[in-house]
């Protein structure tokens, strides 16, 4: 972005209508703009964000329209003309040659190594970057249902601010402009926009578009009636707890192994309170816990897109007297949270009941069994460890069970054969029970890593999520490495294939690099660790999955 | 609580690489690790120390950029690094550690291999164990049983793929094991013809059993080729130790080849069929007569040897020396004393060999002496012998034409005008009688040639009583010879002189020969059991077919069983009539027959499938008794008259019996055949000795060790 | 013992069946005068083959061929399959000729150190977790100069006042003690002896020590502690890595002595069993 294109965003909305006296004096709204937003240009049926895709931005529509794709489940837009490809996996051949191929010598880097992307699908090198295209619009349109989109509008914010996939896909509609601003730059402007007109119109846009989507994903809301579901929308709260960029206190909150958890969280509803809706959790994690003798216990977790207080309010719709809440529920950093009323969910209820009548099969799918919607242990020590030391974060989280573990290093060699004879974690690290939970990344849902990072070097995956380090762009400032509480990042001294070290040219020093934990992105099969593991002593496990975390800790 | 050893940050704890080769030295020595770690070739990467250069006196401090460029305090004045030297020897890691390991064993195994266990010929220490005690002394020389033997490594990958190589051992076996025969690596040692042949026989004779599970499962896996040459080795394995049994097999396995299979010995085994009755005895004994008459009654209690009767089997039955077969005792000591006397026969005239025709001495006229005058000749012909004599004799032919059929008896009853053919018969036989007494042996064989050879070389010879009696017949036969010979008249007085002799010369020779003057024939009677001349003459004349030999007077004399002498004398019952009880045998291949002089020829057989020893039967308690498996035969009212069939059959003239060859017909011995149930009392699973190699050989054509 | 050595009962259950099997059909073969010692050798042969492909697959764990713990379990039941092949195969004798005898004690010294290993590796782990700081054991040198460094420095700390008895106490009982791994076998039979007397030692100390080196004393406990605690880990690691060291190159040597075994039994055993 050059100083004039910044002067004439400024100008015109949406940044007109901010006012930068609010942005601290390092970091004005200007250079927000000058870093964190860039131009594009798209052409007629250029697929600009995919459903299910990890965003990091945010798009602003300058000239030109859009069309949003409406249609969910089966009879979306396939994923052939979307173009879509998993990230590149090594053949059988190459995953052999790695065998004998693989440096001797630790941290090898190409210096000079260029990566060029093969076109496939209906691409074309267009704005100075290959795209996918949709290469008959009209049919498309004739065949799908979509919305438009016109200038002075926004979209993909969800998804960048929420840190969560993309729930549409979006494509250009003609020749068009747009403004991509990384989830970043949005989250400043938002942090010191002081007159919230942004944020308004980002929860107005949400509450439009995508609350209704969002609230279907859960089964309560899947066979809500259309004009039941307008009131909901209309009616639902947003809510934000906890500090967006609470990584800072987490840091001292897990070295600080003593305090309790009590007081310092932020609230949602309290143990004993009657709830004046069911809470929906956007993003962020939520604490479920309990009063104990003087303390809380912690009894289970909330993932994004998990519901809490239906028990109540279902039990208050069959006694007809309020419930009050057992158990609170409080934010883990930052929580992006919907809120809706009870009287709506009530009605929900009165409809449901009124359908499982009607179709007792249906019954069975629709509604299920309350209170499985959290994520529970039988051990609540181990839960609430797992919560505070939020390892809860993990999307992928490693544990190695000691107890069958023979510490034969199997699965470090592995690893190692897999990145050219480098491992990517140690076999340390916190032990919960018999469960070690190495320094090995845990590809958080909310990666705190990423924040700092200058290049962008740490990025996310956008097939499949996970968070991976480009080596061709990491400077080696380590500011992820200090900032992941987890310790899954290193610094290693790279060397070139000789094996010496590769030094700055000016001040001598050996340069570093990052390296992590990429859940053997590029191998066939998936993470080589745990099927190397002799004993199934080594898994992974998605936190944010209820019956896979109660299977891997259960003895 | 104590403190954390590990710190797990970042900054403190780096990468652990357990699949590099090399670990830093002062990690494993002091546990202080250097942050650059050792190279993957071993060597140690920390270059602390420089070579300071000398520069104008000076020395400087010669540090790369890359390891932290000239140190402060530079090269001490002697020209030596100031900083301490931090380098290390790097140590094998764990991993590698185990990989040199794992490189030192499979280097020790693979020379090991090499040179102790290979080599250019196989080393004794390869042996995989000790021979059985009988091969102990070819043990060190492996090339007496391995043809690989007889190279090292690359011949053995050779051989190794080679298909013949187990044939091509088995024929170093035969190189000792010759006992085999020709045929040893064939199934059971017979030509794959006759295995067939056994094979279709039993297979018709047997009815198809219920086989083994055992057996039927293992035969999915298919049994082993019997259409081949099977190589020693499938059965007998060695190496296993000095006292090894090298011919264990058992049942099942044996069997596994067999067409038809059981369970075991007791079950469903094939019956034994007449065994061991398959074929008559040898001599003919009925011992239901012997043992139930002559043996109880008290009348035949005198003839027996020193008055006392047998009274067990054992009295005439003994094993032979190895134990296998049951010896029967010879005629002296068992059958002489009541059948000797019967053989001598004194009463028997004996056979006529040569006689004189009764000639009137008108019809000889003046053609010279012809002792027998008067009374009859008794045969209408002259004895088998003479008649042979004279079969090429032109004048004797010529005579026996002009006369027709000649009846001697009434030869004296001819015409007038056939006197001079009689008087030719005459001479035929004076002149035969002069020959014979002056050239001997040389006369009968010119006369009888090779067409009767059986007469030829007589023992004891016929022709020192022929010679006899040609001076006591015919003093003067020379002249006379002489005299015809010039066709001058021969005076018929010579006769006469001769009667003056006749006292002096003995009539019997005690050589068997007898010479009558009564009738003016000479006969031989024989000696006793195992005549000689008797023996002779039948194992000759036994070769030629017998249906023929019927019709052979001197046949019919001497083995008609219910005729002696001649056909119209009344002998005694045995004289002469060794086929009485000794059985004549015809091979079907060859149609030779031959007399089976002696009871039980051992090992006749070449081909033996079953072997069965007696002595260690009777020593067991019960069974002493022979009766305990040769059991009498109840139901047969009149065994002799049975027993006889066997041996002698009536020919159709009815007029004489007719001997029977066929040795392998089924014998009504008289006892019941040996019955599968008795074996079985004793042969079963609780004694546990009914395994099929307790009686049965797999080697049919092993030659028997001699006792 | 739940899951101890095999995953589950049917495993059990298939291995007897398995190995019925393979003993009745031996015996079937046998009847067929089959040389069973062939079958069961070439059997052998390829099982040893493929149990020692566990340790190929170990390398290639970038190919998709299953997890290697279900090879582990599959390397587990083959190898003990295999023992039974064996005593078919030797026909429960102990072989006379001395290459074979060799063979033999090679192959029982491969078969039992991995069982040996892998009751080890399914009775260990747990009492790693037991006691002691789980720690890498290739760093155990590290953290034991660590302790050693510290304990140094308390005891120079200590030797300000005239009357070193720390440090005397310290040379006399504490140095060969922090100086490496000491007391393996006692941890084996974990036995607590050494700990109770040197205890019994400091209880005897303590009479004559003024406060502050009381302080340190019950620093240098702690580091006793530590630092015993690191002995066991390590003895424990060691006996656990260490185990493989057996299995892992005698079975390079199983395969070359059976291959040339193989080779001598093909070119010499028609004649013999």
Redesign the interface.
């Known amino acids: 972005m050059t100083d004039e294109m910044v002067e004439s965003l400024l100008k015109a909305p949406p940044f007109s209508k901010i006012d930068p006296s609010g942005f601290k004096r390092s970091l004005p709204l200007r250079d927000i703009l000058k870093n964190d937003v860039r131009i594009i240009g798209f052409d007629e049926g250029d697929i600009i964000v995919r459903r299910g895709d990890w965003g990091n931005s945010a798009f602003f529509i300058l000239s030109g329209n859009m069309r949003v794709e409406l249609e969910r489940k089966q009879t979306s837009l396939p994923d052939e003309i979307l173009g879509r490809r998993t990230s590149r996996v090594k053949t059988f051949w190459e995953s052999l040659t790695q065998l004998w191929h693989n440096n001797t010598e630790p941290e090898v880097r190409e210096i000079a190594a260029v990566s060029s992307s093969k076109a496939t699908f209906h691409s074309r090198n267009t704005h100075g970057g290959t795209r996918i295209y949709l290469q008959e619009v009209s049919a498309v349109l004739d065949k799908y249902r979509t919305a438009r989109l016109e200038p002075g509008q926004w979209f993909g914010e969800v998804a960048a601010l929420g840190r969560t996939s993309r729930v549409a896909t979006v494509f250009s509609e003609g020749v068009s402009q747009l403004l991509e601003i990384r989830w970043q730059g949005i989250r400043d402007i938002l942090r010191y926009d002081k007159e919230g007109s942004l944020k308004q119109y980002i929860e107005d846009v949400f509450r439009e578009r995508a609350l209704s989507a969002f609230l279907r994903t859960d089964p309560l809301f899947q066979a809500c009636q259309p004009e039941l579901m307008q009131r909901i929308v209309e009616q639902v709260e947003f809510h934000t707890f906890g500090n967006y960029d609470s990584h800072q206190p987490f840091k001292q909150l897990l070295e600080d192994q003593n305090h309790k958890t009590d007081g310092r969280e932020p609230v949602i509803i309290r143990e004993g309170d009657y709830p004046s809706g069911i809470v929906m959790i956007r993003s962020g994690l939520a604490r479920i816990s309990q009063r104990h003798y003087n303390g809380q216990r912690t009894i289970g977790y909330l993932s994004p897109g998990q519901i809490f207080g239906l028990d109540e309010i279902q039990a208050e719709v069959k006694g007809l007297t309020p419930v009050a809440c057992n158990a609170q529920l409080s934010a883990i950093g930052h929580l992006n949270a919907v809120l809706v009323p009870t009287a709506l969910v009530e009605e929900i209820l009165v409809q449901n009941s009124q359908s499982k009548s009607s179709d007792s099969q249906k019954k069975k799918k629709n509604v299920r069994p309350t209170g499985s919607q959290s994520v529970k242990l039988n051990d609540d020590i181990l839960l609430s460890q797992l919560v505070d030391r939020h390892y809860v974060q993990g999307t992928s989280l490693m544990v190695i069970d000691l107890d069958r573990c023979t510490r034969c290093d199997d699965c470090v060699r592995a690893c190692a054969t897999t990145h050219d004879n480098n491992p990517r974690f140690i076999r340390h690290g916190p032990i919960l029970n018999q469960y070690m939970i190495p320094n090995s990344c845990l590809h958080c849902v909310d990666p705190i890593c990423m924040i700092e990072c200058p290049t962008g070097a740490i990025f996310r995956d956008l097939a499949q999520g996970d968070i991976i380090i480009n080596e061709q762009t990491c400077i080696g400032c380590a500011q992820c490495a200090s900032n992941c509480p987890f310790n899954a990042i290193r610094m290693v001294d790279i060397r070139d294939a000789k094996g010496a070290l590769i030094v700055d040219s000016q001040t001598q020093a050996p340069l570093t690099q990052a390296t992590k934990c990429d859940l053997c992105i590029d191998q066939r099969g998936g993470p080589a660790c745990e099927r190397a593991c002799p004993h199934d002593a080594l898994f992974r496990v998605d936190m944010h999955d209820a019956t896979k975390v109660e299977e891997a800790f259960s003895p | 609580m104590t403190e954390q050893l590990q710190p797990f940050d970042w900054k403190s704890s780096n990468y652990e690489r357990p699949a590099n080769t090399w670990v830093c030295g002062r990690l494993c020595e002091e546990g202080l690790p250097c942050r650059l770690g050792p190279g993957s070739k071993g060597d140690c990467q920390v270059q602390s120390r420089c070579e300071p250069e000398e520069k104008g006196g000076k020395y400087q401090c010669s540090r790369s950029t890359l390891h932290g460029g000239k140190c402060k305090t530079g090269p001490a004045p002697d020209g030596t690094c100031c900083q301490p030297d931090t380098s290390c020897q790097p140590r094998r890691s764990l991993l590698a550690r185990r990989r040199l390991l794992g490189g030192i064993a499979a280097f020790i195994a693979a020379s090991l291999c090499l040179i102790i266990f290979g080599g250019a010929s196989p080393s004794p220490l390869l042996s995989p164990g000790a021979v059985t005690a009988s091969h102990a002394k070819i043990e060190s020389n492996c090339t007496a049983c391995h043809t690989a033997a007889e190279g090292g490594l690359g011949t053995w990958i050779h051989i190794a793929f080679n298909h013949e190589t187990a044939l091509k051992d088995s024929a170093l076996c035969l190189k000792c094991h010759a006992e085999l025969g020709n045929e040893a690596l064939f199934a059971h040692g017979v030509s794959l013809n006759r295995l067939a042949e056994i094979t279709a026989r039993i297979q018709t004779k047997n009815e198809p059993v219920s086989t083994p599970i055992a057996l039927q499962l293992a035969s999915l896996t298919g049994p082993p080729a019997t259409k081949d040459q099977l190589s020693c080795s499938t059965c007998h394995r060695e190496h296993h130790g000095r006292k090894a049994d090298l011919t264990h097999l058992t049942d099942l396995q044996c069997q596994t080849c067999h067409t038809r299979q059981f369970e075991d010995f007791q079950h469903g085994h094939p019956a034994l069929g007449d065994y061991p009755y398959n074929r008559r005895s040898r001599i003919y004994f009925d011992h239901d007569a012997h043992l139930n008459r002559y043996f109880v009654k008290e009348e035949f209690k005198r003839t027996m040897p020193a008055g006392v009767k047998p009274d067990s089997c054992n009295s005439c039955h003994t094993p032979d020396a190895s134990g296998r077969f049951m010896l029967t005792g010879s005629f002296q000591n068992t059958c002489a004393s009541c059948h000797e006397p019967q053989i001598e026969d004194l009463e028997f005239p004996g056979v006529p060999f040569f006689a004189l025709p009764t000639i009137s001495p008108q019809i000889m006229k003046a053609q010279g002496a012809w002792p027998n005058t008067t009374g009859t000749f008794k045969t209408a012909r002259l004895p088998q012998l003479m008649e042979l004599l004279l079969e090429q004799d032109p004048l004797y032919q010529n005579a026996i034409t002009q006369l027709g059929t000649v009846d001697y008896r009434k030869l004296n009853n001819a015409d007038p005008d056939q006197y001079a053919a009689v008087a030719d018969i005459a001479w035929s036989i004076k002149r035969l009688l002069y020959d014979i007494s002056t050239d001997g042996e040389s006369v009968l064989q010119q006369r009888l040639g090779n067409s009767h050879p059986e007469y030829l070389h007589l023992n004891p010879s016929l022709i020192p009583t022929l010679s006899q009696a040609q001076q006591i017949w015919f003093p003067n036969l020379a002249t006379e010879i002489k005299l015809h010979g010039e066709n001058k008249p021969v005076p018929a007085t010579a006769a006469k002189a001769s009667k003056t002799q006749t006292s002096r010369i003995p009539r019997d020779a005690g050589n068997g020969w007898t010479l009558s003057e009564s009738d003016f024939t000479i006969r031989y009677r024989p000696l006793g059991h195992a005549d000689p001349l008797l023996k002779r003459w039948f194992d000759q004349v036994i070769q030629s077919q017998t249906q023929a030999l019927d019709r052979d007077p001197m046949w019919r004399i001497l083995s008609n069983p219910t005729a002696s002498g001649t056909e119209d004398t009344q002998g005694a019952l045995a004289s002469g009539r060794c086929l009485m009880c000794h059985s004549v045998d015809q091979n079907p291949e060859t149609g030779l027959s031959r007399i089976n002089w002696l009871p039980l020829p051992v090992s006749q057989t070449t081909e033996r499938f079953t072997q069965f020893s007696h002595a260690p039967h009777l020593s067991m308690g019960q069974y002493e008794k022979c009766a305990g498996c040769h059991a009498f035969e109840p139901s047969r009212p009149d065994n002799s008259a049975i027993l006889q069939q066997d041996y002698f059959a009536r020919a159709p003239s009815n007029l004489f019996w007719q001997i029977n060859v066929d040795g392998q017909q089924t014998c009504t011995s008289g006892f019941q055949p040996v019955s599968h149930q008795t074996c079985v009392t004793c042969h079963n699973k609780t004694t546990e000795t009914q395994s099929c190699l307790q009686c049965h050989n797999y080697h049919a054509h092993k030659r028997m060790e001699k006792p | 013992m739940r899951k101890i050595l095999f995953q589950n009962r049917n495993t059990i259950a298939a291995f007897v069946i398995i190995s019925l099997i393979i003993v009745a059909s031996c015996?079937?073969?046998?009847?067929?005068?089959?040389?069973t010692s062939f079958v069961t050798g070439t059997v052998l042969l390829i099982c040893l083959l493929m149990l020692a492909g566990y340790q190929l697959r170990?390398?290639?764990?970038?190919?998709?061929i299953g997890?290697?713990?279900a090879?582990?379990q599959f390397h587990i039941f083959l190898g003990l399959l295999t023992s039974v092949l064996f005593m078919l195969h030797i026909k429960m004798?102990i072989?006379?000729?001395?290459?074979?005898f060799?063979l033999f004690l090679?192959y029982l010294t491969v078969f039992f150190s991995g069982v040996a290993g892998w009751i080890l590796?399914r009775r260990?782990?747990?009492r790693?977790?037991s006691r002691g700081?789980?720690?890498?054991?290739?760093?155990i040198?590290?953290?034991?100069?660590?302790?050693h460094e510290k304990v140094k420095s308390l005891v120079r700390e200590s030797n300000t006042s005239e009357k070193a008895a720390i440090p005397d106490f310290y040379e006399e009982h504490l140095r060969t003690f922090f100086e490496g791994p000491r007391n393996q076998l006692r941890h084996i039979l974990h036995s607590e002896r050494h700990r109770h007397e040197l205890s019994q030692k400091i209880t005897a100390l303590k009479p004559f020590l003024n406060p502050q080196e009381l302080a340190v004393l019950q620093q240098l406990t702690?580091q006793i502690?530590?630092k015993d605690d690191?002995d066991y880990q390590y003895v424990f690691?060691a006996i656990?890595?260490l185990w493989?060291?057996v299995h892992?190159?005698?079975?390079?040597?199983?395969?070359?002595?059976a291959l040339?075994h193989t080779?001598?039994v093909?070119?010499?055993?028609?004649?013999?069993?």
């Open positions: 015996n079937l073969f046998a009847i067929t005068l089959s040389h170990k390398k290639l764990s970038i190919l998709l997890k290697t713990s090879w582990l004798q072989p006379d000729g001395l290459f074979e060799v090679n590796s260990i782990p747990h790693l977790l700081e789980e720690v890498i054991f290739e760093r040198p590290l953290h034991r100069r660590n302790i702690e502690q530590l690191l690691q656990i890595k493989p060291f892992v190159p005698l079975t390079y040597s199983l395969i070359i002595f040339y080779l001598a093909c070119a010499f055993a028609s004649t013999s069993g």
